[in-house]
């Protein structure tokens, strides 16, 4: 027996996308917008959607799954439009490939408050200056006795 692994073989090859699965979600992170519906509406999730690679490449056919709704899905169908996948060699034959993917949308984070000081340093105050006492007049009335007597 030989120690020689035997090649797979594939009848139909599956057209790929240029620089593979970590490229088209970078180039999807880069043309995707959030609605503005959706953010208003603090709407956030996943788009789950089905569309057909023809035989040159280009994406047709591009179907919601399940969506958002808020102009969720229609931003990923436009996105998924986009992608340009490298046309598989199938022996001449003309192939379209059914392929699924997901869009998530997520809630951008919220922007740190901006917190700005400034540091001035104070002049040591002068103690206060001793004010006089005011002069006070007080005035006594004692009544010793009403003068009647019974």
């Known amino acids: 027996m030989s120690?020689?692994?035997?090649?797979?073989?594939?009848?139909?090859?599956m057209p790929q996308y240029r620089g593979g699965n970590t490229a088209m979600?970078?180039?999807?992170?880069e043309n995707l917008r959030y609605p503005e519906e959706a953010l208003k509406n603090q709407i956030s999730g996943t788009v789950f959607l089905s569309y057909v690679v023809a035989s040159d490449?280009?994406?047709?056919?591009?179907?919601?799954?399940?969506?958002?709704?808020?102009?969720?899905?229609?931003?990923?169908v436009r996105v998924i439009s986009l992608l340009k996948y490298e046309p598989?060699?199938?022996?001449?034959?003309?192939?379209?490939?059914?392929?699924?993917?997901?869009?998530?949308?997520?809630?951008?984070?919220?922007?740190?408050p901006v917190i700005s000081y400034s540091v001035v340093k104070e002049q040591p105050k002068a103690p206060p200056k001793e004010k006089p006492?005011?002069?006070?007049?007080?005035?006594?009335?004692?009544?010793v006795g009403s003068g009647k007597q019974e």
């Not at 598989?88 to 059914?98: C, E, F, I, K, Y």
Request: a positive charge.
């Open 88 to 112: 598989a060699h199938n022996r001449g034959l003309r192939v379209r490939s059914n392929m699924r993917t997901r869009i998530n949308f997520r809630l951008p984070a919220a922007p740190a």
């Open 57 to 76: 490449g280009t994406v047709e056919d591009v179907q919601v799954m399940k969506g958002l709704g808020y102009g969720c899905d229609e931003e990923a």
């Open 133 to 143: 006492a005011p002069k006070v007049n007080y005035g006594y009335t004692i009544v």
């Open 25 to 29: 979600r970078k180039f999807i992170n």
């Open 3 to 13: 120690n020689k692994k035997k090649r797979e073989k594939k009848f139909i090859e």
